[in-house]
């Protein structure tokens, strides 16, 4: 079946401007993760989903970032006025919940801040 | 909040032998101890993965361990092919106890097959 999409694939912005980035996850899976990769490290956990609400929001960095999934399925992260070192590819997961932790993940959007 | 390190940073082993990767931890709750491979460019992989009621899992040529009094967890890959060459990440979840936590990833192994 079809596996965790991300939408665009590459973001260029100007610092200080708005972007929004987008998930579909895999059908019928409830829990739906955001993590940031920079070059060289470890992806870094941002947000997680369980249904429509954020069970654990503890690794957003600052209040420019807020996610949004409003009908359990969907996810938009958005980062406001944004600055040169959000650069970074915005990985996003999901897995089936209900006992299961396998985490999916998407290709990524790759979001560079001019 | 959970410190993962991850040994070695580079590996180079010939085509055939063994490779081992550990990964050491310091939340005592976390309860989920997946392996990711990466190669470049392209999204992390979930290649095998052990819950904390369990000491080892085998996936053909791939297997984990599981220390959880000693708080680390390795890698094992046996026979291994050029297609094995990419970057190898451990990533213990959070110490909810939950199983669902987000992950916190270990700086990464770079695993060069060399043929």
């Known amino acids: 079946g079809a596996g965790v999409s991300q939408t665009p694939s590459n973001k260029v912005t100007e610092k200080g401007k708005y972007v929004e980035l987008r998930c579909d996850p895999i059908s019928g899976h409830t829990a739906l993760y955001w993590y940031r990769q920079s070059l060289g490290q470890g992806p870094e956990f941002l947000i997680y989903?369980?249904?429509?609400?954020?069970?654990?929001d503890s690794g957003l960095p600052n209040d420019r970032f807020f996610a949004v999934r409003p009908e359990g399925s969907v996810s938009t992260l958005k980062i406001q006025r944004t600055e040169r070192g959000d650069s970074a590819v915005y990985l996003c997961?999901?897995?089936?919940?209900?006992?299961?932790?396998?985490?999916?993940f998407g290709p990524g959007t790759r979001l560079t801040v001019t | 909040g959970e410190n993962v390190e991850q040994h070695p940073s580079t590996l180079s082993v010939q085509e055939g032998d063994s490779a081992v990767i550990k990964c050491t931890y310091s939340d005592s709750a976390s309860n989920y101890f997946p392996w990711y491979k990466q190669e470049l460019g392209k999204r992390p992989q979930l290649i095998i993965d052990i819950r904390s009621n369990v000491g080892e899992k085998k996936d053909q040529r791939i297997a984990v361990t599981l220390n959880k009094t000693a708080k680390h967890f390795s890698l094992h890959i046996t026979e291994t092919q050029p297609e094995d060459s990419a970057v190898y990440f451990c990533a213990p979840n959070g110490g909810s106890g939950g199983g669902a936590d987000g992950l916190t990833f270990g700086k990464g192994t770079h695993l060069i097959i060399q043929p």
């Open positions: 989903f369980q249904g429509t609400g954020a069970a654990d």
């Open positions: 997961a999901s897995s089936p919940g209900a006992g299961s932790y396998e985490q999916y």
